[in-house]
T-cell receptor, first 116, second 116 residues
Framework: ETGVTQTPRHLVMGMTNKKSLKCEQH?????MYWYKQSAKKPLELMFV???????ENNSVPSRFSPECPNSSHLFLHLHTLQPEDSALYLC???????????????FGPGTRLTVL | KQEVTQIPAALSVPEGENLVLNCSFT??????LQWFRQDPGKGLTSLLL?????REQTSGRLNASLDKSSGRSTLYIAASQPGDSATYLC???????????????FGKGTRLSVIA
């Protein structure tokens, strides 16, 4: 399998549930990202991991908890979400060359999340 | 704070027309600019990446230009086809002195419909 994969593709959960989104990249990259895409809003960067260390967190609520166990896998753990958290969650990866900026980000197909 | 604006928000054209999508950004201190394509409910596909030192990039029927000093980029699509129907997103990568990995800031996109 090539590229960036995400599972599940669709998820419906209640506000009291706990679930996790999974992302896997097969490109040999060393940086991975979580983005949120809500209707009528620009893509919002949530988390960045470079070399498995979190380097950016744009003040995302604590009900979203990322985990990056290795350079190929990225998780987003969800708990006690709100209906306004319903969105398309996109994962991306890139090759981070420190001092020279990162290369093009490659995106997965996304997980469509609905919070009831 | 960097803001990216895309005009128009939606565009409908007959097949075969040449068209231009516009992107503007408020801070000219960028590392590069990318154009992405997103099909409904799907992830993003990178189309063209222009480094801050470049003026344009071409790929097939697509041509992207960058005028960093005025904070503008255009995506030109020649001889449009129904398969070009998608949302086109512009994103700028911020320039930071002390970090090799900087975030992408996205516009809201232009939804293009090419009518057969």
């Amino acid at each position: 399998e090539t590229g960036v994969t995400q599972t599940p593709r669709h998820l419906v959960m209640g506000m009291t549930n706990k679930k996790s989104l999974k992302c896997e990249q097969h490109l040999g990259h060393n940086a991975m990202y979580w983005y949120k895409q809500s209707a009528k809003k620009p893509l919002e960067l949530m988390f960045v991991y470079s070399l498995e260390e979190r380097v950016e967190n744009n003040s995302v609520p604590s009900r979203f908890s990322p985990e990056c166990p290795n350079s190929s896998h990225l998780f987003l753990h969800l708990h006690t979400l709100q209906p306004e958290d319903s969105a398309l969650y996109l994962c991306a990866s890139s090759q981070d060359r420190s001092g020279a900026g990162a290369d093009t980000q490659y995106f997965g197909p996304g997980t469509r999340l609905t919070v009831l | 704070k960097q803001e990216v604006t895309q005009i128009p928000a939606a565009l409908s054209v007959p097949e075969g027309e040449n068209l231009v999508l516009n992107c503007s950004f408020t801070d000219s201190a960028i590392y590069n600019l990318q154009w992405f394509r997103q099909d409904p409910g799907k992830g993003l596909t990178s189309l063209l990446l222009i480094q801050s030192s470049q003026r344009e990039q071409t790929s097939g029927r697509l041509n992207a230009s960058l005028d960093k000093s005025s904070g503008r980029s255009t995506l030109y699509i020649a001889a449009s086809q129904p398969g070009d129907s998608a949302t086109y997103l512009c994103a700028v990568r911020l320039l930071r002195k002390n970090s090799g990995n900087t975030p992408l800031v996205f516009g809201k996109g232009t939804r293009l419909s090419v009518i057969a």
